[in-house]
């Protein structure tokens, strides 16, 4: 039995890293026994490109060379029968599934998927390659062999249809498909809470291959009720961007706790599973519509951007992770960006690599020798042991073959496939199998702990792994030219890095009314009305969502289809075919109905603009395009006779044909047609046993009399009004038509459904309008001895509504409902005269509706939080800012009011939390959903913003902005509050990009016609402060060292000018910024106001957390008020994961006032200084408070000396924190650096042993 000489180093040789020469390469990887060119019995060798043959006697293969086979033939004979013998001697006759290995019988779904791929490839290659008519016979026989498998895992998961039912609306855990099924019977082999099943990246390379497999003409799937299934699979894993699950390796958090994370190889895998169904016909070129898969665009886009904000970080418990390749590279090529493909695949080399194969993450303990195979859990502290003991696996150098394959890269190929050969295990025959891992002899730990990668290790687990197996076996056939890159890759996945062509957004401008259109045509600018433009009918977003949600139905096996979900602007950018009928949608962000954002003018001009351009970026669609953009009646002023200058100005550069950094195509949305992406919605067709749902019965009465249609390039005329009637020439259709849409949830029905009938609405309760009478009699509401009551001293809410009926302010109105709303209600029944059935929230609706015509935001919001509306996209942008390593805090400190999220949740249990965490008030309620989607809205358009941030605390951000509301107001805390909540949606999102970008800026009152008080946030010029001050805590880099601010303190000397030459060492600051002299801050209130700013945005220098990590490692922790953060936290995880930046945060968070937590954060930050200077282990608990409260002693005594009183030396009653020092720069003579200098040395001198610090 021939056998490699030993092991060979790992190779460095991939894109972008350092190259070897041939020579170099052939010295770093030992020869095998028996000469250079000499091939084992039944093998080949390749010299130069030319397949060499060499037979030696008693090896069997006389009889092929007299049948005259060629090279190519007998080399593809020896694959089969590798495969024959590694692979499909393992698959079961009945079932077509393959068994983990021969003693474990459970078939897992990622491994049968992978595993069956040489067997694809095989079979591709016999068909190309055919010498023979057998040779077509076994390609055939191989295709079937696939299929087999294919349809038995299909099988597995249909016999589980329920659980995707479930899962589409909780998103549980519990619900999920099963990772593994019996390999004979296909049901399911554990528990639901027995093993982590939500593995997204599974079921979605599954659907991958379903795709792939399809293209390459393979049929699959055979009937239409298995199109309905793989379409509800599409469902399951769509929302993968919001989706805690176990990922790749089954184990979710690296603890092995059963935690499930966030994890970029389930997102990414996803992603490309989505992107290649999308449009795709499982039934092949025999197919009809009804066969063909439909995929949300904007499902996709949001995958990808949850992917690229992840990558090259796998999950947070995650620094990097290997399975990664499998996402930039083959099979899912699902990044688009080539410098973060190459990136993540350096920080995998450098960090993963070894001599055997790549190791999976870092400290895993799979089968490390020290691992307890009875526990299923690790301990917290157990991690660190599996340091540099992590096995290597030679499955992931498939991986890097593959990708040099795709890239071109001949020498990164010829390097991982020498090594890789270098790691096989030979039997005879010729069979070179592939090992699960190489593990550390247990008698040779010690030796790798002291001298990591250099002991010889033996191969443990799985042989074959049949899944590295079979991609050995697939990259080989490719690499010798039985197969083209492209063949195992038939839908051309391999092409997203490409740079796509720039995409021109055509911008459709629809008017409501004829009014509109004669006040745009005043401004030169002409539009079509809807009843213009047929035959194409003009529908809200809301609606598509509702056809979306027919998709993939099935009564007979209990599939519900879509759940009805936000549809993004991708989705809405279409032209869509139902029932030969041609439908536009309007944007979500013009719908008034569900959220009150789309009642600001200025903030749909805002996402207006930032929809064009993630248009521009993101679009990838055959066709351009097309924005259908109405101008209501809400867009004018000076009643309805002129047009909002936001709106107009951004009409004449949509005109103009750039806007917000796209390029833009303004016309008549009948001349845009042509150039239109359109898409044919099949399964909205009528068939014979149709479901007559609420949307059926809309529709049918929409499209029941059908026009006749003109040319598609004709622009409508006046004629063309009968038309648009024809679906309800009747008042009664019409009428009922109205009702239906109402039942729908349209908004603004007289928009879509033109007829003169449909200008009121169907409940008025005819309150009292406004009157401008001053000499009206004032009447508050609140006022307990003005109230009715019954006989029984009960509030008397039936003569509450008579006096809301009468009542004139819309201020007194809102808040006689309000009464009538907490005593009885928002379901409570008024017993309306003309309105038997109307209740309290159909008055709070009215009066919503009067609010925001009135533009009164305080009241918009006030009877939001009453109404509980929602935003729709709340989810999604959770989602966003979490997926950018941003944790979220909800409600207001201290725990357990404040809620912390820090994982994605499903959107009626996040709404529920943040309503519980808001402890009743509304407004705290809907100000946390503004305020979350404004910074998911930064997150994506601008992410610098939130650099050295990690924990963003929502309820002290919005206290925040109370507060600076109260100080540019110059006004009292509770007037502050009003003010917050009377400010327009765009202003309240500009005063948030102030407070987190550190822009000066002011508050302008101004009084308009109705004598309301408006409020708008300015840029102002800021004088005193430059750009690099106003950045707050990163001030301190500069800051820290000034001339003048360290002075010597009796035996601490030693100890302090170490913290001062570390503070250089370190790059916080150069040594060129040591003559910047004192800096002498006289703006009172400034960096008080920063503090407290900085603190509420949890605010951090760059790399202070791995500081603090490096810290933890020199003492037995850090405590703050009690609360320790221990040293054994290093143990468990390494600096540069999010859970140990979480662990940071959970410490600091203790500290409920910002300007106090973030004079810790620079005690730390000097207490970190300590890393860079030799000293030896503190064998105790560090206090940081005590050393900020040293610091501060020191700086009132210095203060008091120099003639201070007791006023200037005002204590937070909180914190015994002199004001004055939270009001001090960092630098100059009285800066907080000084006295936090000074205090660090004195503190820490007490724990130096008695010879001092050796530093010095």
């Given at each position: 039995?021939?056998?490699?000489?030993?092991?060979?180093?790992?190779?460095?040789?991939?894109?972008?890293?350092?190259?070897?020469?041939?020579?170099?390469?052939?010295?770093?990887?030992?020869?095998?026994?028996?000469?250079?060119?000499?091939?084992?019995?039944?093998?080949?060798?390749?010299?130069?490109?030319?397949?060499?043959?060499?037979?030696?006697?008693?090896?069997?293969?006389?009889?092929?060379?007299?049948?005259?086979?060629?090279?190519?033939?007998?080399?593809?004979?020896?694959?089969?029968?590798?495969?024959?013998?590694?692979?499909?001697?393992?698959?079961?006759?009945?079932?077509?599934?393959?068994?983990?290995?021969?003693?474990?019988?459970?078939?897992?779904?990622?491994?049968?998927?992978?595993?069956?791929?040489?067997?694809?490839?095989?079979?591709?290659?016999?068909?190309?390659?055919?010498?023979?008519?057998?040779?077509?016979?076994?390609?055939?026989?191989?295709?079937?062999?696939?299929?087999?498998?294919?349809?038995?895992?299909?099988?597995?998961?249909?016999?589980?249809?329920?659980?995707?039912?479930?899962?589409?609306?909780?998103?549980?855990?519990?619900?999920?498909?099963?990772?593994?099924?019996?390999?004979?019977?296909?049901?399911?082999?554990?528990?639901?809470?027995?093993?982590?099943?939500?593995?997204?990246?599974?079921?979605?390379?599954?659907?991958?291959?379903?795709?792939?497999?399809?293209?390459?003409?393979?049929?699959?799937?055979?009937?239409?009720?298995?199109?309905?299934?793989?379409?509800?699979?599409?469902?399951?894993?769509?929302?993968?961007?919001?989706?805690?699950?176990?990922?790749?390796?089954?184990?979710?958090?690296?603890?092995?706790?059963?935690?499930?994370?966030?994890?970029?190889?389930?997102?990414?895998?996803?992603?490309?599973?989505?992107?290649?169904?999308?449009?795709?016909?499982?039934?092949?070129?025999?197919?009809?519509?009804?066969?063909?898969?439909?995929?949300?665009?904007?499902?996709?886009?949001?995958?990808?951007?949850?992917?690229?904000?992840?990558?090259?970080?796998?999950?947070?418990?995650?620094?990097?992770?290997?399975?990664?390749?499998?996402?930039?590279?083959?099979?899912?090529?699902?990044?688009?960006?080539?410098?973060?493909?190459?990136?993540?695949?350096?920080?995998?080399?450098?960090?993963?690599?070894?001599?055997?194969?790549?190791?999976?993450?870092?400290?895993?303990?799979?089968?490390?020798?020290?691992?307890?195979?009875?526990?299923?859990?690790?301990?917290?502290?157990?991690?660190?042991?599996?340091?540099?003991?992590?096995?290597?696996?030679?499955?992931?150098?498939?991986?890097?073959?593959?990708?040099?394959?795709?890239?071109?890269?001949?020498?990164?190929?010829?390097?991982?496939?020498?090594?890789?050969?270098?790691?096989?295990?030979?039997?005879?025959?010729?069979?070179?199998?592939?090992?699960?891992?190489?593990?550390?002899?247990?008698?040779?730990?010690?030796?790798?702990?002291?001298?990591?990668?250099?002991?010889?290790?033996?191969?443990?687990?799985?042989?074959?792994?049949?899944?590295?197996?079979?991609?050995?076996?697939?990259?080989?056939?490719?690499?010798?030219?039985?197969?083209?890159?492209?063949?195992?890759?038939?839908?051309?996945?391999?092409?997203?890095?490409?740079?796509r062509p720039d995409v021109v957004v055509q911008v459709a401008i629809i008017a409501e009314s004829e009014k509109?259109?004669?006040?745009?045509?005043?401004?030169?600018?002409?539009?079509?009305?809807?009843?213009?433009?047929?035959?194409?009918?003009?529908?809200?977003?809301?609606?598509?969502?509702?056809?979306?949600?027919?998709?993939?139905?099935?009564?007979?096996?209990?599939?519900?289809?879509?759940?009805?979900?936000?549809?993004?602007?991708?989705?809405?950018?279409?032209?869509?075919?139902?029932?030969?009928?041609?439908?536009?949608?309007?944007?979500?962000?013009?719908?008034?109905?569900?959220?009150?954002?789309?009642?600001?003018?200025?903030?749909?001009?805002?996402?207006?603009?930032?929809?064009?351009?993630?248009?521009?970026?993101?679009?990838?669609?055959?066709?351009?395009?097309?924005?259908?953009?109405?101008?209501?009646?809400?867009?004018?002023?000076?009643?309805?006779?002129?047009?909002?200058?936001?709106?107009?100005?951004?009409?004449?550069?949509?005109?103009?044909?750039?806007?917000?950094?796209?390029?833009?195509?303004?016309?008549?949305?009948?001349?845009?047609?042509?150039?239109?992406?359109?898409?044919?919605?099949?399964?909205?067709?009528?068939?014979?046993?149709?479901?007559?749902?609420?949307?059926?019965?809309?529709?049918?009465?929409?499209?029941?009399?059908?026009?006749?249609?003109?040319?598609?390039?004709?622009?409508?005329?006046?004629?063309?009004?009968?038309?648009?009637?024809?679906?309800?020439?009747?008042?009664?259709?019409?009428?009922?038509?109205?009702?239906?849409?109402?039942?729908?949830?349209?908004?603004?029905?007289?928009?879509?459904?033109?007829?003169?009938?449909?200008?009121?609405?169907?409940?008025?309760?005819?309150?009292?309008?406004?009157?401008?009478?001053?000499?009206?009699?004032?009447?508050?509401?609140?006022?307990?001895?003005?109230?009715?009551?019954?006989?029984?001293?009960?509030?008397?809410?039936?003569?509450?509504?008579?006096?809301?009926?009468?009542?004139?302010?819309?201020?007194?109105?809102?808040?006689?409902?309000?009464?009538?709303?907490?005593?009885?209600?928002?379901?409570?029944?008024?017993?309306?005269?003309?309105?038997?059935?109307?209740?309290?929230?159909?008055?709070?609706?009215?009066?919503?509706?009067?609010?925001?015509?009135?533009?009164?935001?305080?009241?918009?919001?006030?009877?939001?939080?009453?109404?509980?509306?929602?935003?729709?996209?709340?989810?999604?942008?959770?989602?966003?800012?979490?997926?950018?390593?941003?944790?979220?805090?909800?409600?207001?400190?201290?725990?357990?009011?404040?809620?912390?999220?820090?994982?994605?949740?499903?959107?009626?249990?996040?709404?529920?939390?943040?309503?519980?965490?808001?402890?009743?008030?509304?407004?705290?309620?809907?100000?946390?959903?503004?305020?979350?989607?404004?910074?998911?809205?930064?997150?994506?358009?601008?992410p610098n913003l939130f650099a050295e941030m990690f924990r963003l605390r929502i309820g002290l951000i919005i206290?925040?902005?109370?507060?600076?509301?109260?100080?540019?107001?110059?006004?009292?805390?509770?007037?502050?509050?009003?003010?917050?909540?009377?400010?327009?949606?765009?202003?309240?999102?500009?005063?948030?990009?102030?407070?987190?970008?550190?822009?000066?800026?002011?508050?302008?009152?101004?009084?308009?016609?109705?004598?309301?008080?408006?409020?708008?946030?300015?840029?102002?010029?800021?004088?005193?402060?430059?750009?690099?001050?106003?950045?707050?805590?990163?001030?301190?880099?500069?800051?820290?060292?000034?001339?003048?601010?360290?002075?010597?303190?009796?035996?601490?000397?030693?100890?302090?000018?170490?913290?001062?030459?570390?503070?250089?060492?370190?790059?916080?600051?150069?040594?060129?910024?040591?003559?910047?002299?004192?800096?002498?801050?006289?703006?009172?209130?400034?960096?008080?106001?920063?503090?407290?700013?900085?603190?509420?945005?949890?605010?951090?220098?760059?790399?202070?957390?791995?500081?603090?990590?490096?810290?933890?490692?020199?003492?037995?922790?850090?405590?703050?008020?009690?609360?320790?953060?221990?040293?054994?936290?290093?143990?468990?995880?390494?600096?540069?994961?999010?859970?140990?930046?979480?662990?940071?945060?959970?410490?600091?968070?203790?500290?409920?006032?910002?300007?106090?937590?973030?004079?810790?954060?620079?005690?730390?930050?000097?207490?970190?200084?300590?890393?860079?200077?030799?000293?030896?282990?503190?064998?105790?608990?560090?206090?940081?408070?005590?050393?900020?409260?040293?610091?501060?002693?020191?700086?009132?005594?210095?203060?008091?000396?120099?003639?201070?009183?007791?006023?200037?030396?005002?204590?937070?009653?909180?914190?015994?924190?002199?004001?004055?020092?939270?009001?001090?720069?960092?630098?100059?003579?009285?800066?907080?650096?000084?006295?936090?200098?000074?205090?660090?040395?004195?503190?820490?001198?007490?724990?130096?042993?008695?010879?001092?610090?050796?530093?010095?």
């Open positions: 039995q021939d056998r490699w000489a030993g092991p060979g180093r790992a190779p460095t040789g991939a894109a972008g890293s350092s190259q070897l020469g041939a020579s170099e390469v052939s010295n770093r990887w030992p020869r095998r026994r028996g000469g250079e060119g000499k091939a084992v019995s039944g093998c080949s060798a390749r010299c130069k490109g030319i397949a060499v043959r060499i037979v030696e006697p008693g090896s069997g293969c006389s009889a092929l060379m007299m049948r005259g086979r060629s090279n190519s033939g007998v080399r593809l004979d020896y694959y089969a029968r590798l495969v024959s013998n590694t692979i499909l001697c393992h698959q079961n006759s009945v079932t077509g599934l393959l068994p983990a290995t021969a003693d474990q019988q459970n078939a897992w779904v990622r491994d049968n998927v992978y595993s069956i791929l040489a067997v694809w490839g095989l079979g591709m290659a016999y068909r190309k390659n055919a010498d023979r008519d057998e040779d077509k016979a076994k390609a055939y026989e191989l295709e079937q062999s696939v299929v087999k498998l294919m349809r038995g895992l299909l099988h597995c998961m249909m016999k589980q249809m329920i659980k995707v039912e479930h899962f589409k609306k909780s998103l549980s855990t519990k619900d999920a498909l099963h990772a593994k099924y019996d390999n004979a019977t296909c049901d399911t082999v554990v528990d639901d809470d027995k093993w982590g099943h939500l593995q997204i990246d599974a079921t979605s390379l599954y659907l991958l291959y379903i795709a792939q497999m399809t293209a390459s003409g393979l049929h699959i799937i055979f009937t239409l009720d298995e199109v309905n299934f793989i379409q509800n699979l599409v469902f399951y894993i769509e929302v993968a961007y919001k989706v805690a699950d176990y990922g790749m390796w089954e184990r979710g958090d690296k603890t092995n706790r059963g935690i499930p994370e966030l994890n970029a190889s389930s997102v990414g895998m996803a992603k490309a599973a989505l992107e290649a169904l999308d449009e795709l016909n499982l039934f092949g070129a025999n197919g009809g519509p009804k066969s063909v898969i439909h995929v949300m665009a904007d499902e996709v886009q949001l995958c990808q951007f949850i992917l690229q904000s992840m990558l090259p970080r796998a999950s947070p418990s995650k620094e990097i992770d290997a399975g990664l390749l499998s996402v930039i590279s083959f099979p899912a090529f699902a990044v688009e960006d080539v410098e973060l493909v190459e990136l993540t695949k350096q920080e995998i080399i450098t960090k993963l690599q070894g001599r055997y194969g790549c190791c999976r993450f870092l400290r895993d303990g799979y089968k490390t020798p020290i691992e307890d195979p009875t526990r299923l859990h690790y301990e917290n502290a157990e991690l660190k042991l599996f340091e540099n003991l992590e096995c290597e696996w030679p499955l992931f150098w498939t991986y890097m073959i593959l990708d040099g394959l795709f890239n071109k890269n001949q020498q990164q190929v010829e390097e991982y496939r020498e090594a890789l050969h270098a790691v096989l295990v030979l039997r005879p025959g010729g069979i070179h199998l592939v090992p699960e891992l190489y593990a550390v002899p247990a008698e040779k730990m010690t030796e790798e702990y002291q001298n990591p990668h250099t002991v010889q290790r033996v191969n443990m687990g799985k042989l074959p792994h049949m899944w590295g197996q079979s991609l050995y076996i697939l990259g080989s056939l490719v690499a010798e030219g039985f197969l083209a890159a492209g063949e195992i890759d038939p839908l051309n996945r391999r092409f997203s890095t490409i740079p509109i259109k004669k006040v745009l045509e005043k401004h030169g600018i002409n539009v079509e009305t809807v009843s213009e433009i047929m035959p194409i009918r003009v529908q809200p977003a809301r609606v598509l969502s509702r056809i979306y949600a027919r998709l993939g139905c099935n009564k007979r096996m209990a599939l519900s289809g879509r759940p009805y979900r936000h549809m993004g602007i991708l989705g809405t950018s279409k032209l869509y075919l139902v029932r030969d009928e041609i439908f536009a949608f309007t944007p979500q962000f013009v719908d008034q109905q569900q959220f009150y954002l789309a009642l600001d003018n200025r903030m749909i001009v805002d996402m207006l603009r930032t929809e064009l351009s993630f248009l521009c970026r993101c679009w990838r669609k055959t066709g351009r395009p097309t924005v259908t953009f109405p101008i209501l009646q809400s867009m004018l002023i000076d009643d309805g006779t002129s047009l909002d200058p936001y709106v107009l100005s951004t009409l004449r550069k949509l005109q103009d044909g750039y806007f917000g950094g796209a390029r833009v195509h303004a016309a008549n949305l009948s001349t845009l047609l042509v150039t239109s992406c359109c898409t044919r919605l099949s399964f909205m067709d009528l068939g014979p046993e149709e479901h007559r749902d609420d949307l059926t019965v809309y529709l049918n009465k929409l499209l029941a009399k059908k026009a006749t249609k003109p040319a598609l390039l004709s622009s409508g005329k006046k004629a063309s009004l009968h038309r648009f009637r024809a679906a309800a020439h009747a008042t009664r259709d019409v009428v009922s038509l109205a009702q239906k849409a109402k039942e729908l949830g349209i908004q603004n029905i007289s928009f879509y459904l033109r007829n003169s009938l449909l200008t009121e609405s169907s409940y008025k309760l005819n309150i009292a309008t406004p009157s401008s009478n001053l000499d009206a009699p004032e009447f508050s509401a609140m006022n307990a001895k003005d109230l009715p009551t019954d006989k029984s001293g009960e509030l008397d809410c039936k003569a509450l509504m008579e006096l809301l009926k009468k009542c004139s302010s819309l201020e007194e109105q809102v808040e006689i409902i309000h009464l009538i709303y907490v005593t009885k209600g928002i379901d409570w029944n008024i017993e309306h005269d003309e309105y038997p059935e109307m209740t309290v929230h159909d008055v709070l609706m009215e009066l919503y509706t009067k609010a925001g015509t009135e533009q009164n935001w305080g009241l918009i919001r006030y009877i939001s939080g009453m109404l509980h509306k929602k935003v729709e996209e709340l989810d999604e942008a959770c989602t966003t800012l979490l997926s950018n390593q941003k944790h979220l805090t909800i409600g207001l400190p201290p725990e357990p009011r404040e809620r912390t999220i820090t994982a994605p949740l499903p959107y009626d249990e996040l709404t529920k939390l943040i309503e519980e965490a808001s402890d009743n008030d509304h407004s705290l309620f809907i100000l946390t959903q503004e305020v979350m989607v404004y910074l998911a809205m930064y997150a994506r358009t601008e206290q925040v902005m109370a507060t600076e509301m109260t100080n540019c107001l110059k006004c009292s805390g509770k007037s502050g509050t009003q003010s917050l909540m009377s400010v327009k949606p765009s202003d309240l999102k500009t005063l948030l990009h102030h407070i987190l970008s550190g822009k000066e800026f002011s508050v302008e009152e101004n009084i308009d016609q109705s004598t309301r008080t408006m409020i708008s946030i300015r840029d102002v010029d800021h004088t005193g402060a430059t750009k690099s001050e106003r950045a707050g805590i990163s001030k301190l880099k500069v800051e820290m060292m000034q001339s003048g601010t360290f002075k010597t303190i009796g035996e601490s000397d030693g100890l302090h000018e170490a913290l001062k030459q570390s503070l250089i060492s370190s790059e916080l600051i150069s040594s060129d910024e040591l003559d910047l002299g004192d800096f002498v801050d006289v703006r009172h209130g400034q960096w008080l106001r920063r503090r407290r700013i900085d603190g509420a945005l949890n605010r951090v220098p760059i790399g202070f957390y791995q500081r603090v990590w490096r810290m933890l490692q020199k003492c037995k922790g850090l405590s703050i008020e009690n609360y320790v953060l221990h040293s054994s936290t290093t143990e468990e995880m390494t600096p540069g994961e999010i859970k140990f930046a979480v662990q940071v945060e959970t410490f600091l968070n203790c500290v409920p006032q910002p300007e106090y937590r973030q004079l810790l954060v620079e005690t730390i930050l000097v207490l970190t200084m300590l890393v860079d200077i030799d000293l030896q282990y503190i064998s105790r608990t560090i206090h940081i408070e005590h050393i900020a409260q040293m610091a501060n002693s020191l700086f009132m005594e210095e203060q008091t000396a120099l003639g201070a009183d007791d006023e200037m030396l005002e204590k937070d009653p909180a914190t015994g924190i002199c004001s004055l020092l939270y009001d001090s720069a960092p630098s100059g003579r009285f800066g907080t650096m000084t006295y936090l200098l000074k205090a660090t040395a004195i503190y820490i001198e007490d724990f130096l042993p008695e010879e001092g610090c050796q530093v010095q």
